[in-house]
Nanobody, 126 residues
Framework: QVQLVESGGGLVQAGNSLRLSCGAS????????LGWFRQAPGKEREFVSS????????YYADSVKGRFTISRDNAKNTVYLQMNSLKPEDTAVYYC???????????????????WGQGTQVTVSS
């Protein structure tokens, strides 16, 4: 069983930064790929970023590339999402999720993730 808890969301002005954290319980955290997704009002949930178990591989959606950075600290069972140069279109509920060990859908698909956090709200004002 894996539990994920996000924190760090809030209200910020455009151009500012936020860092989201996702704390995890469960022994499989350290061997799992973790991902961040987001869902804006009226839109489907979309992939934001993912990181391999050892941090060696990271992936980003084109919309956040160059502005967001994903990282992890396995000693603390935590994954982070540093978000810089925030834009109003980044407003969404942000979720972290654990990727299954075997997936045919790829890291960008929700179907590849089996455990999800409850989400944290990020609101960027213009």
């Amino acid at each position: 069983q894996v539990q994920l808890v996000e924190s760090g969301g809030g209200l910020v002005q455009a151009g500012n930064s936020l860092r989201l954290s996702c704390g995890a319980s469960g022994r499989t955290f350290r061997s799992s790929t973790l991902g961040w997704f987001r869902q804006a009002p009226g839109k489907e949930r979309e992939f934001v970023s993912s990181i391999s178990w050892n941090g060696a591989s990271t992936y980003y959606a084109d919309s956040v590339k160059g502005r967001f950075t994903i990282s992890r600290d396995n000693a603390k069972n935590t994954v982070y999402l540093q978000m810089n140069s925030l834009k109003p279109e980044d407003t969404a509920v942000y979720y972290c999720a654990r990727m299954t060990s075997v997936s045919y859908y790829g890291y960008q698909s929700e179907k590849s993730y089996d455990y999800w956090g409850q989400g944290t709200q990020v609101t960027v004002s213009s």
